[in-house]
């Protein structure tokens, strides 16, 4: 089926939300039309680290290489994927010739050295700089005593050179993530506190059209795109705050594609009008409890071992997740490196998280603060976050919950001020040392208001990453979980989960990919 799109927002009088008015039905247009979480933050993925703004960003900005619906590394902007040459250090990389950027502009690597020194700048305040941060002068930019990278080198307007301070067996595989996305320096400039926010161009396959945080994003075909035209002619993120709405707003006809929570599925998957609609994908991540390791009352590894008995995790798996989930056994997700199939179950234990609180000083128990952004409140996180609630009750563990915007949620994680949260973390490149060093390394941990400081986990990671062989990497990470999940206690994993979407019968060649993120690069309309 294909629709004309009006530019133009208006008020949904029946819920009182913000939406796009589609016109009625044509021939002439693709419009593929996705029910999106609001989070009314900037859509630079140089400044957070949210799924549902990255599935609007990679549309629009891309990466030097990426992974496909496949899992499988490919070159983007680029001609081939380089082999590192002098003992693993150094990347020589040659751009395609012709690509240009949606304002017209040409792509060359002044481009990308102007995009991938960004991160660095300790103004900037990059979440994830982390990913890039081996080659050789960014610890120097990030300490503020460099204004570029030594190690990047250009040799004229198409080939680089990047040299690393060690070996990094993930590297290319970081730059697929969207935190390394190539900017226009030019327009970047220009567009000053505005980028993000109201300009927004890559070099993608669709063009913002209308950028709205408020409200959505609509976007078109860039017909100038150097790859593979996409088969639609536009792509419209419509946020819509209340997850049941959303859904209402998809059985009316006025959403194409939709996440399905997972406390829905068993509901719309015994509908006839809608179970052959539904499409599900079991992610690359884990749902747990994080803990700040520097607030007092968390910072002692029985507190937080406590916490741990007192989780029912088979409860959550089977009547919060209505089945859908399974209890974690570790942080690190099955399908990676570094899980172990064979860790047993986290024990619930209700007297043994007693004693334990009553030795680390805590017999009567204590106050502790939950951060969460409001428009997570009806998703998984939300319910989840509740669910535990009541059950820390049962050890005198007193759970507040505090509802904030994103955009402050990402700004107080991002000063180490948030207390306790429920992650919903997901792998960003099938990789372990993307999963866990981010979160858990002490280089990195405060800003993600875990705040965990172990010399011997900072050494697994720092070696694992370090080196190629594959097996001892995977005995590494596998040491490396089992001593923040099991002797630290400095992330509580509670369970894994399936995920599920529904898609009209008319939209085609389209999956999901276990980073979960949803993208419509190949997806396509029929009438």
């Given at each position: 089926?294909?629709?004309?799109?009006i530019?133009k927002?208006?008020?949904?009088?029946?819920?009182?939300?913000?939406?796009?008015?589609?016109?009625?039905?044509?021939?002439?247009?693709?419009?593929?039309?996705?029910?999106?979480?609001?989070?009314?933050?900037n859509?630079?993925?140089?400044l957070?680290?949210?799924?549902?703004?990255m599935?609007?960003?990679?549309h629009?900005?891309?990466?030097?290489?990426?992974y496909?619906?496949?899992?499988?590394?490919?070159?983007?902007?680029?001609?081939?994927?380089?082999?590192?040459?002098k003992?693993?250090?150094?990347y020589?990389?040659?751009?395609?010739?012709?690509?240009?950027?949606?304002?017209?502009?040409?792509?060359?690597?002044?481009?990308?050295?102007?995009?991938?020194?960004?991160?660095?700048?300790?103004?900037t305040?990059?979440?994830?700089?982390?990913?890039?941060?081996?080659?050789?002068?960014?610890?120097d930019?990030?300490?503020?005593?460099?204004?570029?990278?030594?190690?990047?080198?250009?040799?004229?307007?198409?080939?680089?050179?990047?040299?690393?301070?060690?070996?990094?067996?993930?590297f290319?595989?970081?730059?697929?993530?969207?935190?390394?996305?190539?900017?226009?320096?030019?327009?970047?400039?220009?567009?000053?506190?505005?980028?993000?926010?109201?300009?927004?161009?890559?070099?993608?396959?669709?063009?913002?059209?209308?950028?709205?945080?408020?409200?959505?994003?609509?976007?078109?075909?860039?017909?100038?795109?150097?790859?593979?035209?996409?088969?639609?002619?536009g792509?419209?993120?419509?946020?819509?705050?209340?997850?049941?709405?959303?859904?209402?707003?998809?059985?009316?006809?006025?959403?194409d594609?939709?996440?399905?929570?997972?406390?829905?599925?068993?509901?719309?998957?015994?509908?006839d009008r809608?179970a052959?609609?539904?499409?599900?994908?079991?992610?690359?991540?884990?749902?747990?409890?994080?803990?700040?390791?520097?607030?007092?009352?968390?910072?002692?590894?029985?507190?937080?071992?406590?916490?741990?008995?007192?989780?029912?995790?088979?409860?959550?798996?089977?009547?919060?997740?209505?089945?859908?989930?399974?209890?974690?056994?570790?942080?690190?997700?099955?399908?990676?490196m570094?899980?172990?199939k064979?860790?047993?179950?986290?024990?619930?234990?209700?007297?043994?998280?007693?004693?334990?609180?009553?030795?680390?000083?805590?017999?009567?128990?204590?106050?502790?603060?939950?951060?969460?952004?409001?428009?997570?409140?009806?998703?998984?996180?939300g319910?989840?976050?509740?669910?535990?609630?009541?059950?820390l009750?049962?050890?005198?563990?007193?759970?507040?919950?505090?509802?904030v915007?994103?955009?402050t949620?990402?700004?107080?994680?991002?000063?180490?001020?948030?207390?306790?949260?429920?992650?919903?973390?997901?792998?960003?490149?099938?990789?372990?040392?993307?999963?866990?060093y981010?979160?858990?390394?002490?280089?990195?941990?405060?800003?993600?208001?875990?705040?965990?400081n172990?010399?011997?986990?900072?050494?697994?990671?720092d070696?694992?990453r370090?080196?190629?062989?594959?097996?001892k990497?995977?005995?590494?990470?596998?040491?490396?979980?089992?001593?923040?999940?099991?002797?630290?206690?400095?992330?509580?994993?509670?369970?894994?989960?399936t995920?599920?979407?529904?898609?009209?019968?008319?939209?085609?060649?389209?999956?999901?990919?276990?980073?979960?993120?949803?993208?419509?690069f190949n997806?396509?309309?029929?009438?």
């Open positions: 089926m294909r629709r004309n799109t530019i927002i208006i008020i949904l009088a029946a819920f009182l939300i913000p939406v796009f008015a589609l016109s009625s039905w044509t021939a002439e247009k693709k419009i593929l039309r996705y029910g999106a979480i609001p989070q009314k933050i859509l630079d993925m140089y957070n680290t949210i799924n549902d703004v599935g609007i960003s990679d629009i900005i891309e990466t030097l290489v990426r496909d619906d496949d899992m499988v590394l490919r070159p983007l902007l680029i001609k081939e994927l380089p082999v590192p040459s003992g693993g250090l150094v020589r990389f040659e751009l395609k010739p012709g690509i240009k950027f949606h304002d017209g502009s040409p792509l060359t690597v002044s481009d990308v050295k102007f995009s991938i020194e960004h991160m660095f700048y300790p103004s305040g990059a979440a994830m700089n982390w990913v890039c941060d081996m080659i050789v002068g960014a610890k930019m990030m300490d503020g005593k460099s204004n570029e990278l030594s190690g990047f080198k250009i040799i004229d307007d198409l080939t680089f050179e990047i040299t690393l301070e060690y070996p990094y067996a993930p290319l595989s970081a730059l697929a993530t969207s935190y390394t996305g190539i900017y226009p320096e030019k327009a970047f400039k220009e567009a000053g506190k505005d980028w993000g926010l109201k300009t927004f161009l890559g070099t993608g396959p669709f063009k913002v059209t209308v950028l709205d945080i408020d409200t959505g994003v609509i976007t078109e075909r860039f017909e100038d795109y150097h790859g593979e035209k996409p088969k639609l002619d792509i419209e993120f419509i946020f819509i705050d209340d997850t049941n709405t959303r859904i209402m707003e998809y059985e009316r006809g006025n959403l594609v939709v996440e399905l929570p997972a406390t829905l599925y068993p509901e719309y998957s015994k509908d809608f052959s609609q539904i499409g599900e994908f079991t992610p690359m991540g884990t749902i747990f409890i994080c803990p700040n390791n520097s607030v007092p009352e968390l910072g002692s590894a029985k507190v937080r071992e406590a916490l741990s008995y007192a989780v029912d995790r088979e409860m959550l798996a089977r009547d919060l997740m209505k089945g859908t989930a399974k209890p974690a056994t570790t942080f690190l997700t099955p399908g990676m570094g899980y172990n064979d860790a047993p179950a986290y024990e619930y234990n209700i007297e043994k998280a007693k004693i334990l609180l009553a030795e680390a000083g805590f017999p009567d128990g204590f106050s502790v603060e939950g951060i969460i952004r409001n428009t997570h409140m009806s998703t998984q996180a319910r989840t976050l509740l669910a535990l609630q009541n059950q009750k049962s050890i005198g563990v007193d759970l507040t919950i505090t509802q915007d994103s955009a949620w990402v700004e107080m994680r991002a000063a180490n001020k948030i207390q306790l949260y429920i992650g919903t973390w997901y792998a960003d490149f099938p990789d372990p040392d993307g999963f866990v981010s979160l858990l390394h002490s280089s990195n941990s405060p800003r993600l208001s875990s705040s965990y172990s010399p011997e986990f900072d050494r697994l990671l070696e694992a370090a080196i190629s062989d594959n097996e990497r995977d005995e590494m990470y596998r040491q490396a979980d089992n001593l923040a999940t099991r002797v630290d206690y400095a992330v509580i994993p509670l369970y894994n989960e995920l599920y979407y529904m898609a009209k019968p008319y939209v085609k060649n389209f999956k999901m990919s276990p980073v979960y993120i949803f993208h419509f997806a396509d309309i029929e009438k």
